[in-house]
């Protein structure tokens, strides 16, 4: 399999994730949306230094881990090129910031308790978008945020961009595949043919997303994602399931819960 196969692969496996019949993927998209942007606000506003206050942020994605039945393992293979790029981030902090923090007895540089409390504010914040997005269709996102009256113009960017990017990888597998197979035995495309390919990739690309887009607006599609207002309603358990994180995560914010727990011992 290629690597733009297992791209559109990829995708197609979140849209699944995102679709099927857990409870969690029935909420509705504005709770998960509002606790989603609510948690990274809050992991955001520890402290630099505040290293054991921000690992009991913890529980919110292990418990949605767990509660959407994803795996952990199959996140973090999706995310590999993000994390790395999240940990060089306070990778030069150590050498930046040479204050020193006393714990007891033993002498820490700041620089270095930094550096993990922003590593660890990235990925939290980098899971918890992934938990939105494959527990919640795009579609229900995009309604989400028309809900919290973001301009039409840039929702339907959003949606767009994320349904054409999928056809350009399909257009550029089927042009690479159709070029390999005139070209047998040579190994990528010549130079000598990267304008014309570029070319036929741009008009292609264009007939198919105006294609996509006239089947969107046939199906009702005005940019304000109308359609989804009656299958998509808020309950009492969505008000609920809002009500337990927005408490549980401002007590785990405002409480040093790690520290309390480590003194009894």
Known sequence: ?????????????IESLADRDEWVCKLHPLV???ITIYYIVLVVSFSIYDLVGLMAMVVYPIALFTIAD????DAIKRLRVVLPVICLVGLFNPFLDKN??????????????????LILKGIFAVLASYILIATTTIEKICYALRLLHVP????????????????LLEEVNRITT?????AP???GVHYKVWGSLTGQLLLRSMDRAQNVYDSMTLRGYNGDFDYLADSVTCKCGDVMYLLFWVI??????WIPIIALVGSLF
């Open 1 to 13: 399999m290629s690597k733009i196969q297992k791209a559109i692969t990829e995708i197609d496996n």
């Open 152 to 167: 039409r113009i840039i929702v339907t960017e959003i949606m767009l961009i994320y349904r054409y990017v999928t056809l």
């Open 185 to 187: 035995g040579q190994k």
């Open 32 to 34: 998960k949306l509002a």
């Open 248 to 253: 549980l995560l401002a007590i785990f914010r």
């Open 178 to 182: 159709a070029y390999s197979l005139r």
């Open 70 to 73: 994803l795996s952990i393992t």
């Open 100 to 117: 020193v923090i006393t714990i007891g007895d033993t002498v820490i540089l700041a620089g270095i308790i930094s550096m993990f409390t």
